[in-house]
C-alpha cells in the first residue's frame, strides 16, 4: 500500500526567499532517501534540498526562479504505507541534521576549524558572527578542548575547595574551629563533573545559535583545501574548505622513565580523583603541578615534589617563590629541586621511585603525577599533506596567525608558548577576523600567567629577575601586603604587589603578585601595560578601599615615592 506524504523546505538556517536555480527531479520519478531534489543559492551559499525518503514523486510543486523558505511545500511523494520520512529537520526528528550546505565555490564550508578547544570554539563562534559559514571538527563529544573538559575549569573547582576547607581549618586561629572535613570523593567528582557540564553545555547551545556545524570526529589533512575525517561512528567523510583555522591543541608529555600502571597518572588521569593516595609523588614544579599538589593535600594525601630545575614556577621572581613556599612548606615532605627520576619500580606496596640529584633514597609511593609540560598536538594532523610548516611540533604563524600556506591559519597550543587558554581564545579571534577578511593582528604586548594555587601567584610582563639578566633600566616598587587594612583583615598580610616600570618611558612593563585573588587582579597590571600607562596614571586612579586591588595603586605610589601607608621614602 501507498501513501503520500508533502516534502516540504527543511530548515536551512537563516535563509529565507532563496531562488531554487536547478531542479533534479520531475513529477514521475523514483527518487531514493536523502537524493537532491532541488538547489537553491543565496548570495552566500548553495544548498541542495534532498528527498526526505525514497518513492515517487507524483507532483512538483515548484519552478526554476522561484523563492522559497523553509516550510514551503515542494512536491507530493508517493510513499510505502510503512515508510517513515528520514531526519530531514523541518519533516523529520533529529535537530542536529542540517542538509547540505556548499559555498558558493564548490567547498563544504567557507572556514573549516580543527578543534573545539579555547581557541577553536573561539575562532569558529566569531567567524559565523562575521557571516562565515563554519564547520567546527572535534574528537570528543563535548566543546571546551582541555580547559573546560580536563584543564582549567575541573582543576579550578577542586582548587575552590581545597582553598575553602584550608581557610575554614585557618580560622581556628581566629577562635572559630570547625571539625575535620569528611571528605566523599564521588560527590566531589559530581561537583566537578557538573561545573564542567554546565560549561560544555553552553558551548554546545551558542554552536547551535550560531548554526556552527559541529563534526565529532578526527581530522588529518589530505591537501590544502581538505581534510578527511574519522567519524565517532566509525565511517570516514571528506570535508572541503576554503580557509582553515588549525586549534588542535596540546597533550601532557609522558617522560619515557615512567611505565604504564594505572598509579602513574598526568593531569587528565588526577583530575578524575581515582582515589586520595596516602603518599603522592609530584613530578614537576611549574603551575600544574603546584595546582594539583595543593588539590590532593588539602584531601589528605601527603607529597613530595621533584623538579629538574633547581627552582619552582620558573619564569616567577624568586621573592614571591620564596614567599610561596613558605606558606606551602606544610604541604610537602621533600620538594626536591635539580633532581630528576631515575627509576620506577612498580611493586605491589607501591611505587619504588629513584632519584638522581639533591636526593639519592628510594621512596614508595601510591601515586605519582607527571606534570613535566605539555607538547602540541600537530603529529597527528598529517600537516604535510597540506604543506604546513612545522619546527619541534610547533606550527609557526605570523602576526595574522596565518601558518606558510595562505589559507591555513593555526591559534593556541599548538603555536607554542605561552599555552594558556585566554591566549588561545584572542588568537582565535583574530584568526577568524582575518579569515573573514579584516584587517588585524595578534599584537598583545603581554600575556598574564596565573598558578591558582593558594596562595594565588600571579605575573604578566617583563619580570625583575629577566631585568637583571637582560640588563634592562627599569624601577621596581614593592607594596608589602603588611601595610593593607584588608590584606591583614583576610589573614594575608605575608602577600606582596610589585611593579616594574621603564626607566627610559616612565611606562609600568611588568608586575607580579601574591595572595589571595592575585590572579583577578593581575588584570589592572595587564590593561595598564596594553595602555601604557606610567605610575602617575595607577597611583592617581582612585582603588576601592579596603580592597587588595588597592594594593595596586599603593605599588604605583611608592614609585613615585608618594605613598603614605608605609614609612617615609628616602630619596623620593
Ligand atoms: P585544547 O584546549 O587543547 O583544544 C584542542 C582540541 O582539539 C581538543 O579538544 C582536542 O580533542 C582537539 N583535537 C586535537 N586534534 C584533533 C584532530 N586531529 N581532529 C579533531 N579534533 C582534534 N590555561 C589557562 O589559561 N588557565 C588555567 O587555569 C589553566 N589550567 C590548566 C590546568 C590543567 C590541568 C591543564 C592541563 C591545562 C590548563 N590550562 C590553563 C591550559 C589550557 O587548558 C590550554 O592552554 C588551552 O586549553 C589551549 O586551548 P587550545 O584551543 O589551543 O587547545
Redesign the pocket.
Known sequence: MARVIEVRVPDIGDFKNVPVVEILAKAGDTVEIDQSLLIVESDKATMDIPSPAAGRISELRITIGETISQGDLIALLEVEAQVEPANIPGLGRSPDHRPEIRPTGSNDCELLV???????YSAAFRAADLGLNVIL????PTLG???LN???IP??ALLHVAAVSEEAERLSAYGVTFAAPDIDLSKLRYFKSVTVGRLTDGLGQMAKMRKVDFVQ????FTAADRVSVDLSNGLSREITFSKCII????SPVALPVFPEDPRIVN?TGA?ELPSIPRRMLVVGGGI?GL?MATVYSALGARVDLVELFDKLLPGVDRDLVKIWQKRNAHRFDRVMLATKVSEVGLTPDGLSVTFEGTESASQIYDMILQAAGRKP?SG??ALEAAGVRVEGGIISVDREMRTNVDNIFA????VGQP????K?VHQGHVAAEVAAGRKTGFDAKIVPS?A?TDPEIAWVGVTEDEAKAKGLAVEVSRFPWSASGRAIANGADYGLTKLIFSKESGRIVGGAIIGPAAGDIIGEVCLAIEMGADAVDIGKTIHPHPTLGETIGMAAEVAEGVCTDIPPQRGK
Open positions: 580543527i578543534g573545539g578547544g579555547p581557541g577553536g571538527i572535534e574528537r570528543y578542548g582541555v580547559c580536563v584543564g582549567c582543576s579550578k570526529g578526527e581530522a588529518r586549534a588542535a591543541g596540546s593531569s583530575l600544574i595546582e598536538n597527528s594532523l591559534v593556541g597550543d599548538i599555552m594558556l587558554a585566554h588561545a596565573v591558582y
